[in-house]
């Protein structure tokens, strides 16, 4: 390349650049460079003229990429061989220096040499090979094979059959996956599985399926590794990762998210609740204060009778005194089985009441006449709570008799702590946003669930495994909803219970690599497949397609049924939708 075309092809990538700070970088191996550098210098104030020989001075370098005085672009214009030039984005790469207000013109001889040379430095788009026919005398004539900075968008909108690595983990329904006998992994049915074909159908690309070795859906340690998908992803093994991937604060710090996708909320998945034994059947209609209550209440009445009874006998014994009236018998005596009045009241009275307060209670009558208005007051409101008594015991008696009752379900996490008494702990699988939710509690009901979790029983490798544990080790099973249901249909039959309450709302998203440009054109599909309704019609098409076999294997005998949430419910308007299309 000769020094006068060299310097006719600078000129021609920077004409947009006139009003900007333009860096050269050269190291005196491509003819001519030395002037085209100090003719620049003595033309353009705002251009800084660094050399790379004989090795890159990078110090200079990271200067010039980190003081940034103004918003406008920079053009950083590398005139250096292929070596150098890997040299100086290698640095670039590795200080995360990589900024949309920076410009990087790569110019040599050999384009394909430097373009191999970079394919793993540089970021997924920001390679851009052009090949510029030039007339050495005019200039006017130059042009490009390619656009120098084109539109990423239009760019991606097309992938040209390209075959993008997708990370992912077996997660039915979602992201199922399939194990040939050769040991390729590709995909089999589920929803993102379906969001992902439909992108590829559109975009243009294919994809090949990579599972991580921990087969985690990722994390940031401590120590600052990333872990499973979101690993593949940060340190760009993989291209993409779409695998009912939860967008959270700590993995946006090392990826990309697109849009959400699909909204779903965490909740509990537990056996449904088992039959009360009918053997203690006659204490179930009150609860443990009510019968302390009437147990008080009948040990005060006969006291409380007693002395009703004594104070009266006592007001009239001084009355008759003073008046010389004729004493009145009021102590009880008993002639020939009937009771009497006798001449020693109170003598065998606080006995005698208590007992007799007992027989009123279990519907024996009772024995004591009441000769004053006092004690027939004390008798009239005992009657009347024994009879309010019996009868909300009987009609509670016969009502648990004829239909079962149930102990409590689980439909929160407080009735998931009062659990704990009955053996049951949380179950979660590793890797997810939800075991990362239960971590870094430092207080609250979350704080409370993670101490008393049993990490023997409480911690899975995978959903089946967890939702399985329902039964095998009674726990309970923190997981999305959709994923929750699909699974305990699958899975457990009917004799699983889903709680009412929900909590931890979960957006799920695409991770990509940091500054990925197909990025937007995700986005763009993504919304467009939400707002047509097709990703809500995916999850109910696995629903149904689950429910379907549940039943048809459910009329062939092969499940036992047991009462549960899970074995029936209300209608609810997808049901009637569902009811309504079916032929």
Known sequence: MEGVILSSLVLFLLQPSQHTEVIIIHDYTLPGVKELAESFSERWAATTILTATPAPDLSQLLVALTSFHTNDL????????ANTTWTVFDMVSRHNLESRRVRWLVVGEDSSLIATSLSTTLREGSLEVGVWRAQAYDRRRSSLRHLLFPDIVNLYQNFQGRQLVTAAVDDWPFFGLKYLENGTVISDRGIDINIINTLGYYLNFTYRVQVPVDQQ????LENGTVTGMVGEVAVRRAHLAINEI???????????????????????????????????????????????????????????????????????????????ERSRNVGPSFDSGRIKWGSEPGLRGVEMFCFNMFRTII?????????????????????????????????????????????????????LL???????????????????????????????????????????????????????????????????????????GEGYHLALDTFNPQPYGIACPTGAPYTPIFNLMLGRMVQSGLIGKWHRDE?????????????????????????????????????YSSP
């Open 543 to 579: 629903v149904i397609k689950i429910r379907e076999n549940a039943w048809r294997v459910k009329e062939e005998g092969k499940t036992n049924v047991v009462r549960g949430r899970g074995a029936g419910r209300p209608l609810s308007l997808d049901h009637l939708q569902v009811l």
């Open 246 to 324: 939860t967008i959270t604060v700590s993995r946006e710090s090392v990826v990309d998210f697109s849009y959400p996708y699909f909204f779903d909320s965490t909740t509990l998945t537990s056996r449904a609740a088992e039959e009360k034994n009918r053997s203690l059947a006659i204490f179930y209609p009150f609860s443990s204060y009510t019968w302390i209550t009437v147990v008080l209440v009948t040990l005060l009445m006969g006291p409380l009778g007693y002395l009703f009874s004594r104070v009266h006998h006592q007001l009239t014994q001084t009355f008759d005194s003073t008046h010389n």
């Open 418 to 492: 009062a659990a704990r008494e009955r053996g049951v702990v949380a179950s979660v699988t590793t890797g997810t946003s939800n075991e990362m939710m239960l971590k870094v509690a430092t207080s609250g009901i979350f704080k409370a669930i993670y101490d008393v979790m049993d990490p023997y029983r409480s911690f899975s490798p995978s959903g089946v495994t967890a939702i399985k544990s329902v039964f095998e080790k009674n726990t309970a099973f923190i997981s999305g909803m959709v994923s929750s249901e699909i699974y305990a249909i699958r899975y457990l």
């Open 363 to 415: 519907i024996q009558g009772n024995l004591l006449p009441a000769s004053s208005w006092p004690l027939r007051l004390v008798f009239f409101s005992w009657y009347a709570f024994c009879l309010i008594l019996y009868a909300v015991y009987a009609g509670t008696l016969t009502a648990y008799l004829t239909n079962p009752s149930f102990e409590k379900p689980i439909n929160s996490l407080e009735d």
């Open 217 to 220: 859906w990722g994390a940031v």
């Open 74 to 81: 920079r053009y950083m214009v590398l005139l250096c061989s």
